[in-house]
């Protein structure tokens, strides 16, 4: 099948997956273009069967703001024709399946007819769509895609309680290569880097956005270290940063935290964490804590959204109520006191993981596809 996938090209989440599920696509035989503002950033082969086409915002001085989607439907519009495209499937509702769904129209004047899947991520529906300067035009790019896939239930009934929405919503997991991280043995880990011998090693992993509330993230740690000698590995960028380097500095554990930046080497820095925190104020799915759960690490996360489907509470790891930083603190610290409690939640994160993993999800995706081409 020729698809031609669009998607966020940044470190989030849902570019992320599109990003896997593109590669995973192609090495299964379809031929995948991905069409978005830049090459996204865990797209490192261009081969045959992956293309990359680069949406060009030309800068205009009568402009106030860019029309991006302008741009996009038309790159759309080309690509699709030029290379034969059978199906479009875009990731995030905002701007992707509005423009999508422009493409679609204009290649209907030229008789040619394309299905589109719309894959909802979560912060297009909970906290960005459901703003009244958006709803409209988000409810009726979904109600208007062929397909629509959201990535847990969680944010299936929150997009069926904020939208008026005639569209049946199927739930595909987000997922994970499972093969490429546990059967990988890393012999470069080096955790005598990053901490001493009887030091832990707790980790989070975001975009600094509010919605993760990285404060909390301090805090549960300044709780943990109280107990138990560890350091906290803070992986990331965003406008939260320097309040959590503020916090950080008031507390007096400097010594203690480390800013790493945003990074590629998640699975290094994976490969030497013992713990994952991740007490977001919503989160559809969480694939954050899914990769750290694939690495073996064990979660204490917030009990919202998406989280309660991926992280099993007393068994990956564990779950508390948003802003319970006293819980978190206090579960986190059960686990990392005794070697062979932390042992048993290493093994059975590694094993809750198994369920996401990619050839169980994929064909999921493919199946949809071909459901979509039939309808069209
Ligand atoms: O969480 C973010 O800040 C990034 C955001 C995105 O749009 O890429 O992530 C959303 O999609 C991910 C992939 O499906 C999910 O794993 C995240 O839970 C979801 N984020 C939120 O719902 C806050």
């Not at 701007?95 to 299905?115: C, D, N, R, V």
């Not at 507390?251 to 998640?266: A, T």
């Not at 996360?301 to 991926?310: A, F, H, K, R, W």
Request: proline share 4%; charged share 25%; hydrophobic share 40%.
């Amino acid at each position: 099948m020729k698809i031609a996938i669009v998607c966020y090209p940044t470190f989030g989440g849902s570019g992320v997956v599109a990003t896997e599920l593109g590669l995973s696509l192609s090495r299964r035989g379809h031929e995948v273009h991905f069409v978005t503002y830049k090459q996204p950033v865990r797209l490192e082969t261009i081969s045959s069967h992956i293309r990359f086409h680069e949406v060009n915002v030309p800068e205009y001085p009568l402009f106030h703001y860019q029309p991006y989607e302008l741009a996009l439907s038309s790159k759309l519009v080309n690509v699709i024709k030029n290379y034969g495209i059978e199906l479009l499937h875009v990731h995030y509702a905002i701007p992707h399946a509005y423009a999508g769904y422009m493409a679609k129209k204009m290649l209907e004047e030229e008789g040619i007819s394309i299905p589109m899947v719309t894959t909802l991520h979560g912060t297009d529906i909970t906290l960005v769509g459901n703003h009244p300067f958006y709803k409209p035009a988000v409810t009726f790019s979904i109600n208007n895609s062929d397909i629509v896939t959201s990535v847990s239930e969680s944010l299936k009934e929150d997009t069926l309680k904020f939208f008026d929405i005639k569209k049946e919503i199927e739930v595909i997991p987000n997922f994970i290569d499972v093969s490429k991280f546990q059967k990988k043995i890393f012999t470069d880990c080096q955790r005598e880097l990053m901490a001493h011998e009887d030091e832990k090693i707790i980790t989070h992993i975001s975009n600094f956005r509010k919605v993760k509330r990285v404060d909390d993230v301090v805090r549960i740690f300044y709780e943990i270290q109280k107990k138990v000698k560890a350091r906290l590995m803070m992986v990331g960028e965003g406008p939260q940063r320097e309040t959590a380097e503020q916090l950080v500095r008031e507390l007096g554990i400097r010594d203690r935290v480390l800013f790493l930046g945003q990074s590629n080497e998640i699975d290094k820095i994976l490969c030497f964490s013992d713990l994952f925190l991740l007490p977001s104020e919503t989160e559809s799915f969480g694939l954050a804590a899914l990769e750290a759960m694939v690495h073996s690490v064990p979660v204490i996360s917030s009990n919202t959204g998406g989280l309660p489907e991926v992280n099993i509470d007393n068994y990956s790891g564990f779950l508390h109520d948003v802003g319970d930083v006293e819980g978190m603190a206090k579960s986190a610290v059960s686990i990392l006191q005794d070697p062979s409690i932390l042992l048993k939640f290493k093994k059975q994160a590694g094993e809750a993981a198994v369920k996401f993993d990619i050839n169980n999800i994929v064909p999921m995706y493919e199946e949809l596809y071909q459901k979509a081409l039939i309808k069209a």
